[in-house]
């Protein structure tokens, strides 16, 4: 059964940092595209970043640019999230997700196979 558990949410002041993690199970992820989203209340699940299998290419929403860092460890089937800078505005539930292995990244939701069930990133002013 494959399964991806996201970590690391919390309260946090403005301005603050947190690593978020998602860990991989049932299957290796080391041919897939893993992308981390967000969905604040009332509003549609959104892009944030995602990374090629490689770890080589990554791409951010440009809400998120300069402020968030998304990288993985293929041995540990993990990927990470590092938010700095947080804002208000990021508060939101964080969802890690998986495309099928060897498709392309993409930021729309519907192409990605496998979801965590979320964390939760509050940010306080």
């Known amino acids: 059964q494959v399964q991806l558990v996201e970590s690391g949410g919390g309260l946090v002041q403005a301005g603050g940092s947190l690593r978020l993690s998602c860990a991989a199970s049932?299957?290796?992820?080391?041919?897939?595209?893993m992308g981390w989203f967000r969905q604040a209340p009332g509003k549609e699940r959104a892009f944030v970043a995602a990374?090629?299998?490689?770890?080589?290419?990554?791409s951010y929403a440009d809400s998120v640019k300069g402020r968030f860092i998304i990288s993985r460890d293929n041995a540990k089937n993990t990927v990470y999230l590092q938010i700095n800078s947080l804002k208000p505005e990021d508060t939101a539930v964080y969802y890690c997700?998986?495309?099928?292995?060897?498709?392309?990244?993409?930021?729309?939701?519907?192409?990605?196979?496998?979801w965590g069930q979320g964390t939760q990133v509050t940010v306080s002013s």
């Open positions: 997700a998986a495309r099928r292995p060897n498709y392309p990244s993409s930021v729309w939701a519907g192409d990605y196979e496998y």
């Open positions: 049932g299957r290796t992820f080391s041919s897939s595209v």
């Open positions: 990374i090629h299998w490689s770890g080589g290419t990554t």
